[in-house]
């Protein structure tokens, strides 16, 4: 019975393809829609985001005087969180650089690495399961070359060793030190799976390009500093750029992106 109904219902689409587009074209939307609602509810209600009190993380983004969004310069993101005064921290982050490591397990695997400043695991609250993250200026030019592993990457590659810390990784065919095992669960971008934890060490020339916009940024707003407080001293800050760096900066407006979205952000 099945079979018959299948074959006529073929039979009738093959009659009227632009009827068939439609029907197909529909289906897949509705699924798609479904997983997008699927994913928020999960993100949301089902499963919680893996840092500590994540409605206290935002996303940072500036609007240029031409009206599109862009990330930061590096020079713009250090004067940012030099003057904001409503972060515990505010980090710079690069992801998806693909690395190619040399592992025990597997041998040479390409994984993704997400490069950071020396603040970047601060701004999620959450302790390495081995180890330590970064310490202050690590993320400098010419500092230890250091890696911090996922767990995905840890349990897949290197076997859940214990004994990983301080053992020297190739990455690239350049020598790294592991420090640290991030826990089960953790991971930034989320969207990002097996990652390896790089400083960002930045190189002296970037510094000087106040016009290159490259940088992202992401910050933990204080304990008892509201997100509408936070906002208006970006606000205060990007005001007092624009000021001093009147070429670059002026007309520029800081905005907050939420960390709320398992799907989109993060």
């Not at 000021?243 to 520029?252: E, F, L």
Request: hydrophobic letters at 40%; proline letters at 5%; one cysteine or more.
């Amino acid at each position: 019975m099945f079979f018959q109904d299948l074959r006529y219902a073929l039979r009738q689409l093959r009659r009227a393809p632009g009827f068939a587009f439609t029907v197909v074209l529909t289906l897949a939307l509705s699924v798609g829609v479904a997983a997008a609602v699927f994913c928020v509810i999960d993100a949301v209600i089902l499963s919680p985001l893996p840092y500590a009190h994540p409605e206290k993380i935002v996303f940072l983004q500036s609007r240029s005087h031409a009206g599109y969004i862009q990330p930061a310069s590096w020079d713009g993101y250090l004067d940012e969180r030099a003057q904001a005064r409503s972060f515990s921290a505010l980090a710079g982050y690069a992801p998806y650089f693909k690395v190619t490591v040399e592992t025990p397990n597997a041998g040479p695997v390409a994984l993704n690495s997400v490069r950071g400043t020396d603040n970047f695991f601060q701004v999620f609250g959450v302790q390495p399961l081995l180890g330590r993250t970064y310490l202050p200026g690590e993320d400098q030019e010419g500092k230890n070359d250091i890696a911090v592993l996922s767990y995905e990457a840890w349990q897949s590659y290197f076997g859940g060793d214990r004994g990983i810390l301080n053992k020297s990784v190739k990455m690239d065919g350049k020598s790294f030190t592991v420090i640290g095992v991030m826990p089960a669960g953790f991971r930034f971008p989320l969207s990002v799976h097996n990652a390896v934890y790089l400083p960002m060490h930045i190189d002296q020339s970037w510094m000087k390009r106040r016009g290159d916009h490259w940088l992202q940024t992401v910050g933990r707003v204080k304990d008892g500093v509201s997100i509408e407080q936070a906002q208006a001293d970006l606000a205060h800050v990007f005001d007092n750029l624009g000021r001093a760096y009147p070429d670059s900066d002026a007309g520029r407006k800081g905005r907050f992106g939420r960390c709320w979205a398992r799907c989109w952000q993060c």
